[in-house]
């Protein structure tokens, strides 16, 4: 049976490059190997789970789909499923906070040496994820905002190489800045109205974490062309 991706996985898959020696970290089932092996577009992958009951159901899904050839489940941390042997030349990261995503890199970076793409979609805090990248010699090359089940989600595609991100960039991503889609401006004025109620609810004297949110609440106001 065909393997059928959610769209925010097909979408990430899209920017899996052909012929890519891929790991999936945290791989859930192994659908998005499974799904990129079945449509011809890589022949090689390592679907790496951390947690076992996923590890023996992602083995499972593999062995029933007779793609155990070409895909490889191991049961490790994080980048820790790469071996040098593999050749890894594409990461893809998907469904994880973005400080998680962040630590996991940092915790593999050896494994990055010989890879070309990143692809990552951070369920929040994608500022962390940009960070990491600035800070780690990988310069986005693409972004995507999607909306999926009333969740906004971000993919952020990643290739080495510099960049310099203002604080503005690094918050909302360079790319999704420049094309301000109708999904952008809704997830942030979703944001923008959170923080409000928020700051309502802090304590005048708790100056610090009202100055904090004010700050957030300015930057989001800011891209949106909110006045007050």
Not at 21 to 33: E, I, N
Not at 63 to 70: E, H, P, V
Not at 144 to 154: A, F, R, T
Request: charged share 25%.
């Amino acid at each position: 049976m065909e393997t059928r991706l959610s769209k925010r996985l097909e979408t990430v898959a899209d920017f899996v490059p052909k012929g890519a020696r891929l790991v999936d970290v945290g791989s859930d089932h192994a659908y998005l190997p499974l799904f990129l092996v079945e449509q011809g577009r890589i022949d090689f992958a390592v679907a790496g789970e951390v947690v076992q009951g996923p590890y023996q159901s992602a083995l499972q899904h593999v062995k029933a789909a007779g793609q155990a050839d070409k895909i490889q489940v191991r049961l490790a941390n994080g980048l820790a499923a790469v071996e040098v042997a593999d050749q890894i030349g594409a990461v893809t990261i998907a469904g994880m906070g973005g400080r998680l995503i962040a630590d996991i890199l940092e915790a593999g970076k050896d494994k990055l040496t010989t890879v070309e793409r990143l692809i990552l979609q951070p369920n929040n805090r994608e500022d962390d994820v940009r960070y990491w990248l600035q800070k780690n010699a990988f310069c986005l090359v693409a972004e995507v905002i999607l909306e999926e089940s009333d969740k906004c989600y971000e993919i952020l595609v990643a290739e080495p190489g510099r960049m310099n991100l203002s604080e503005q960039e690094l918050r909302f991503g360079p790319c999704l800045l420049r094309e301000k889609s109708a999904i952008f401006v809704k997830k942030w004025q979703k944001e923008l109205a959170k923080l409000d109620s928020v700051l309502e609810q802090v304590p005048i004297e708790h100056q610090d974490n009202r100055s904090a949110i004010s700050h957030k609440i300015q930057l989001i106001k800011e891209v949106l062309h909110v006045s007050k």
